[in-house]
């Protein structure tokens, strides 16, 4: 991932400004509440990369070519959106190699969420889209009373992810339960489960994952203008 202070776009994130019948458009923003859970239809090499095509029924909402779309916490551009449901993304090499969408096939299914507004309540907390890295699945307790799972991210993220604090995996907002040396657990509720693909989750399993925001931005001042 691009380090701090680079001017190259990150992974998952749109490229500068997207428009509308001619008006910028800023990349998204995110809450983290997953709207709907999407099915792949099919994910084909492309000269940028991958074409992405997700089935979005039974989702309420009806995206526009331009739109930033929060695809299990990627932040991707609406190519093509057919017959109300059809959405079509091209997903760069630099992002592939990066996230987990390179792992994507026909059947996968994807956590989708569509870009807040200024009106929009904070349920979450706010995930840009920007995927920091790839943690991996090392143990799942799918107990319905105590449901929790554990994840080993790349060592670098680790100071930015603390107990009690938010982060994003596969663009769902979680509360981080437990802090480890090299890891990290959540608990997850029933609604969680029932809503979003993390139910999923299985021992070796690869996931997306944003840190904190907040958090990133202390860590950076301190390692850089801290006294």
């Known amino acids: 991932m691009r380090p701090a202070g680079s001017s190259k776009a990150r992974p998952g994130r749109n490229e500068g400004r997207t428009r509308r019948a001619g008006v910028p458009i800023l990349a998204g923003m995110f809450t983290g509440l997953v709207q709907s859970v999407g099915r792949v239809l099919s994910a084909e090499k492309s000269e940028a990369g991958v074409r992405l095509r997700v089935d979005a029924a039974p989702w309420g909402h009806a995206p526009q070519p331009g739109d930033s779309i929060c695809v299990s916490g990627c932040c991707l551009t609406l190519a093509e959106a057919r017959s109300g449901s059809v959405l079509t993304f091209d997903v760069v090499a630099e992002t592939l190699s990066k996230t987990t969408l390179g792992q ?42 105590d449901w929790r799972v554990e994840f080993q991210p790349p060592a670098e993220l680790m100071p930015f992810i603390v107990p009690k604090g938010s982060i ?26 029932d809503r979003t693909t993390l139910r999923a989750l299985r021992p070796g399993g690869r996931v997306n994952i944003e840190t904190d925001m907040i958090a990133k931005t202390i860590v950076h001042y301190m390692r850089n203008f801290g006294r």
């Open 168 to 193: 994003a995996v596969e663009g769902v907002s979680l509360t981080i339960a437990r802090v480890g040396a090299e890891s990290f657990g959540v608990a997850l509720i029933p609604t969680t489960l």
């Open 104 to 145: 994507l096939a026909p059947g996968s299914s994807v956590n989708l969420e569509h870009s807040c507004t200024p009106a929009t309540l904070m349920g979450g907390h706010i995930v840009q889209g920007h995927v920091d890295g790839v943690a991996a699945v090392t143990s799942v307790q799918d107990d319905p009373s």
